[in-house]
């Protein structure tokens, strides 16, 4: 079939490989990658600069819209053109911080309703699987969930009530068969619960404090025991924001018996390391913790060796009073880093300076998280794949400033960081949606529901 238009370019990251190549595309689908000098006379060229990438765009399967509801906190027309200027074309919206939490049909139909007409990228959601609603799991993936999320451990919002043992194993066994991965916050009460005791009387403001009140222990039983679960009813599922490297070998051994248990990590816990963070540097504040350097070292290791499957941002914002910025009290500020707008950069800087070749990006990036989600068209350079591109260069560095960032608040521990990535360019389906700082067209992402 003959293309509409064509982005071609030197640097193409298609096929597990970098080459010069030109991706053909028509009525926003991908119909072939071809030679760099196959294009048929007469169709529309985009040539990209000789340095530039060509990149499938991300997709990021862990996103914290919080609309409706908390709506101050940020919204889908500021989220996602923070996506489309950081590359992502397609983002999984989490199923709380928003009112109503995505925990029944209606309440999904609310949250689409909120984001019609909103979205400069394409938009999914995840379902909630909160205490008493494994009657609402199938209903919400026939309306279009793709997926499931839940908390072993306190939410931090009141609407989204955790899971106990007898939860969790419901709800895995509802979803076994079904495909949909159920998607788990894996930490314990009962280590958390024990590190307050034992930090009884340290300054909440101290760094250190906040890391032992989230000991590596509340990872590593969560993942023990949902890794049980999972091999128990065949289910699948998958560790979000994985912080814990003593969980690697529990997640490793549980993968080795056949469980289908996959894992994310964050771009924060693959950049930072508990050591330099100050006490009182509240935007730091996630949950599980950033931690010690070596742990970070024990990420990368498991994320290039493969145990680790993808890098989300888990974008979780709120309003900058909600950080408790003056205060700098750890106990008592909002957890949650935003990222959505950063991902590629953060990624590329770190794996860049370890000598980790381009190549890597877009499993991590694009093509585990569009699987996990079960997005088929999404994240590759492929004939039949949506044209979802992200034009970028990798040698280009910038100053992370607030006035960059369109998250609708600018609170971030990456404030004055040099990134290397700079993103010039990012279509969705064949259409521009940002260049160089600025938003052509109307917003045009669509839902993406679950296939059958
Ligand atoms: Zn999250």
Redesign the pocket.
């Known amino acids: 079939m003959a293309p509409d238009l064509i982005v071609r370019g030197l640097r193409v990251l298609t096929g597990g490989t970098v080459r010069p190549a030109s991706v053909h595309i028509r009525g926003g689908t991908i119909v072939d990658v071809a030679g760099h000098d196959d294009v048929p006379e007469g169709c529309p060229v985009v040539d990209t600069r000789a340095g530039a990438v060509v990149m499938p765009g991300l997709c990021d399967a862990?996103?914290?819209i919080n609309e409706p509801g908390r709506t101050e906190w940020e919204g889908f027309e500021t989220a996602t053109r923070a996506a489309a200027a950081g590359g992502v074309t397609s983002l999984v919206d989490?199923p709380?911080?928003s009112i109503p939490p995505t925990t029944t049909v209606a309440h999904l139909e609310e949250k689409a309703r909120a984001a019609e007409g909103r979205c400069r990228v394409d938009v999914g959601f995840w379902g909630g699987a909160v205490p008493g609603n494994a009657g609402e799991l199938i209903p919400l993936l026939e309306a279009g969930a793709l997926g499931f999320?839940c908390f072993m451990v306190d939410s931090g919002v009141a609407e989204f009530g955790h899971v106990a043992e007898a939860d969790l194993r419901e709800a895995l066994a509802v979803l076994a068969g079904t495909g949909a991965p159920l998607l788990v916050?894996a930490e314990l009460p009962g280590p958390i619960d024990a590190a307050r005791a034992a930090i009884a009387g340290l300054d909440p403001r101290t760094y250190a404090a906040y890391l032992r009140s989230r000991p590596r222990e509340a990872e590593d039983q969560a993942i023990a025991l949902l890794a049980s679960l999972c091999e128990a009813t065949g289910a699948t599922a998958h560790v979000?924001?994985l912080s814990s490297a003593t969980a690697l070998d529990i997640l490793r051994r549980a993968r080795d018996r056949g469980a289908a248990l996959s894992a994310e990590t964050t771009p924060h816990y693959l950049h930072f390391t508990a050591e330099q963070i100050p006490d009182g540097a509240t935007p730091f504040k996630c949950a599980p913790p950033i931690r010690e350097r070596e742990n970070r070292e024990a990420l990368w290791a498991a994320l290039t060796g493969g145990l680790i499957d993808l890098v989300v941002s888990?974008?979780?914002p709120c309003t900058p009073e909600l950080k408790q910025l003056e205060a700098g009290d750890f106990d008592a500020a909002w957890g949650?880093i935003s990222s959505l707008q950063l991902g590629l950069s953060i990624v590329w800087t770190d794996a860049r300076r370890r000598g980790i070749p381009l190549e890597r990006l877009p499993d991590w990036l694009c093509r585990g998280p569009a699987r996990l989600a079960g997005l088929r068209r999404k994240g590759e350079i492929r004939r039949g794949f949506d044209a979802d591109l992200v034009i970028w260069d990798p040698e280009a560095s910038f100053r992370v400033e607030p006035p960059l960032i369109e998250h609708r608040h600018k609170v971030t521990p990456y404030a004055g960081e040099e990134l290397h990535g700079v993103v010039e360019a990012t279509y969705l389906r064949g259409e521009k949606v940002y260049e160089r700082g600025s938003f052509p067209g109307e917003a045009r992402g669509r839902w993406l529901k679950r296939e059958g």
Request: no cysteine; net charge neutral.
């Open positions: 862990h996103v914290h989490m709380l911080n999320k916050h979000v924001h888990d974008h979780s949650g």
